[in-house]
């Protein structure tokens, strides 16, 4: 039992002592090997081990994002030279958010531009081999994951430079009063169980970050004013067009821009963004979506809570990740009543547990957890499954509401075991994630959330997180809408997603996608029940936006439709969802697990031997500790220590002065 008894402390004099407590933790200085810890991306520094080879071909990405209203179209393109003596092929890992459908890969060679052609995975690995073989410069683009992509380029000649340009779609998030559009720039190191054990792409520690180029252009228009635009990542100031027209530009090298992901926040005026719908007609078919937003209110004859907070001490947490999710820890404490429970469970190789089982929330038993927190040294690997069947194990008291809270970078391979943890114990806990650090594995945190039937929350900057801390905090505390159903009245609708709502917070929309048929009238009903109130929110489809001139709503409904298709997958394979997938990405023009885009240059370049392939480097995440593949990862004592310390002295006292002490 990892827990002190101090309940016999008497209250005065806890505050002396949690001080005492800190400063022994800060003035600690003990670093821990990472045994065990196996990583997907390995970390190591391309010298230039092959001589003439250009072992970084990849010398550029320039980003244009548009967005309008609610949808954001993004064109990136990457910019390939061989400035060695010898033909290569590239090989390049990169992520994409997860709810982008990319729709479109085009190749320039010199002054031949060729359009790729979605094919059936297997079938377009091999025409680009057969293309590879033949002396023919050729593209493949795969999907890895849901949010990580592969970029093959072969024949690239000495001298050539070749331009890769994709496009995709997807709906932006809102999180209370404002929108937030990420822009993934960084894949980090995952840690992987042995039997798994996998080689995806090389990442380059640091010395030779400048090499890549990074150019981001962002505009966003909305049919109401923009009260406030931030881009919270990066340093760069939104500058206003107008009042309804925003731009965000930067330019640097991967050092400044492509090690951490790129986030735009703003907030629109007036009520217009609590409810929407958005029409289009594209390939003879009409697409509508819907963002409905349920009146805002708390549950009466709320149930006592119980808490279980799982918290990444790994060795990829090391440094501002752990700092981070410590003082996430302590805003979530702060919220709890002397009626709740909790649980802390710390997991990294194993998992060591705050209590055999929750203890009530009283101030003596917060101040042992935080010690029991400050006390822990990041290191070893990322083994969160076992975590979570910890939680899962621990009897459950009926007469408590059961919450699970997430707090982790998400450097795993094990998602899909996660995920059908989760979906398959729904009826025992409400599951939350956070992802932290700058560059998370968002497809696992909004993959826990999805299936958890939560919302996801991101910490990419020490400068953000107390704000965020708050929100997740607030959100994770308070009650959150049941029973949702969506009802049309007077309109022909199908192939609506997601085919079941999940629970929801107030003060967030719902987004439902679908297919109409017939003229646009009638309406869109929200239903929901919190505590014993019932809530209705009713949007007439005769205000939607026409958005004719775009095949945005086409591509993010069938994306959705994939994700939904694909969870169901990976928990349950079967031929009939592989071809089902398969058929929506080739009839819309969209990567998925089983179609990919592959464009082949008609020009005989060489005759295909004695190509030599080259895995293009990735910077490190900021933030993320560089002796991450196995060497030991001290922790403590660092400046911003002493910081957190004082954040941890405040939100005690806030407790006894709250709790009249």
């Keep these: 039992m990892a827990m002190n008894c101090i309940s016999s402390i008497p209250s005065r004099h806890l505050l002396a002592l949690f001080c005492h407590i800190a400063l022994l933790c800060a003035l600690a200085s003990v670093g821990r090997g990472q045994d065990g810890l196996e990583t997907e991306v390995p970390y190591f520094k391309v ?16 980003t244009s994002i548009e967005i309008v209203g609610t949808l954001a179209q993004v064109e990136l393109v990457q910019i390939y030279a061989n400035t060695g003596s010898e033909a290569i092929e590239a090989v390049y890992v990169f992520p994409g958010s997860t709810r982008s459908a990319v729709t479109a890969l085009t190749m320039r060679v010199g002054d031949r531009v060729v359009d790729a052609e979605i094919q059936e995975k297997s079938q377009a690995r091999r025409t680009y081999e057969m293309a590879k073989a033949e002396g023919k410069t050729t593209s493949l683009l795969e999907q890895n994951r849901p949010n990580v992509f592969k970029m093959n380029l072969a024949n690239i000649q000495p001298g050539d430079v070749v331009e890769v340009t994709l496009k995709y779609a997807e709906w932006i998030r809102r999180e209370k009063d404002e929108y937030a559009f990420e822009l993934p720039l960084a894949v980090g190191s995952r840690y992987t169980e042995k039997e798994e054990a996998s080689a995806e792409n090389p990442l380059l520690a640091g010395g030779n970050l400048e090499v890549v ?28 067009e107008n009042a309804r027209t925003v731009h965000v530009e930067l330019d640097g090298d991967a050092e400044s821009v492509g090690n951490r992901d790129f986030r735009i926040r703003y907030q629109v005026s007036g009520d217009e963004i609590k409810s929407g719908v958005w029409v289009s007609e594209s ?14 209110g708390r549950m009466r004859g709320r149930l006592p809570r119980e808490y279980f907070f799982v918290v990444d001490v790994s060795g990829s947490m090391h440094g501002f990740p752990l700092n981070t999710a410590k003082a996430m820890m302590e805003a979530l404490v702060a919220r709890l009543e002397e009626t709740d429970r909790f649980n802390l469970i710390l997991f990294a190789g194993e998992s060591d547990t705050f209590a055999p089982e929750p203890v009530p929330a009283t101030v003596e038993n917060l101040l042992a957890a935080v010690e029991f927190l400050y006390d822990t040294r990041g290191s070893g690997g990322t ?24 707090l982790t970078d998400g450097y795993v391979t094990v998602e899909d075991r996660v995920f059908d943890l989760i979906r398959s114990r729904l009826d025992e806990a409400n599951v939350f994630a956070c992802g932290i650090g700058s560059a998370p594995n968002r497809f696992l945190i909004e ?51 997601p085919i079941s709502l999940p629970d929801l917070l107030a003060e967030r929309p719902m987004v439902v996608f679908g297919k109409f048929a017939g003229d646009l009238s009638g309406k869109i009903v929200l239903s929901a029940r919190a505590g014993d109130s019932g809530y209705k929110e009713t949007t007439n489809l005769s205000d939607a936006v026409n958005l004719a001139e775009s095949r945005s709503l086409e591509y993010v409904w069938a994306r959705e439709r994939i994700r939904r298709i694909s969870d169901y997958n990976g928990l349950w394979p079967s ?34 031997n004695g190509l030599q392939t080259v895995s293009q480097p990735l910077p490190i995440p900021e933030g993320m500790a560089q002796s991450i593949g196995g060497s030991s990862v001290p922790v403590t004592p660092e400046p911003e220590m002493w910081a957190l310390m004082g954040l941890v002295l405040v939100a005690v006292s806030w407790i006894l002065l709250r709790r009249g002490i």
């Design 283 to 296: 390939g003879g078919e009409k697409y509508f979506m819907a963002s409905l937003e349920p009146p805002v």
């Design 213 to 240: 180029k990074y150019g981001i252009r962002a505009r966003i228009r909305s049919a109401v004013s923009i009260e406030q635009a931030v881009c919270d990542s990066h340093d760069a100031l939104p500058v206003f």
């Design 47 to 62: 010298e230039g081990a092959f001589g003439s080879v250009d072992c970084l071909p990849l010398k550029s990405v320039d």
């Design 575 to 608: 031929e009939e969802r592989r071809q089902k997938i398969t058929k929506l990405g080739l009839k819309h023009s969209l990567l998925t697990k089983y179609t990919s885009f592959v464009a082949v240059d008609k020009v005989i370049r060489s005759d295909g």
């Design 383 to 406: 083994r969160l499954l076992q975590a979570l069947k910890t939680v899962y194990g621990t009897p459950r008291d009926p007469a408590f509401s059961r919450n699970i809270v997430v």
């Design 447 to 497: 993959g826990i959330a999805k299936v958890g039937q939560g919302e996801p929350f991101f910490v990419g900057d020490p400068k953000e997180t107390g704000r965020v801390a708050n929100l997740f905090s607030e959100y994770v505390s308070e009650p959150i809408l049941t029973e949702l159903a969506v009802t049309f009245d007077g309109m022909e609708v199908f192939e609506v997603e």
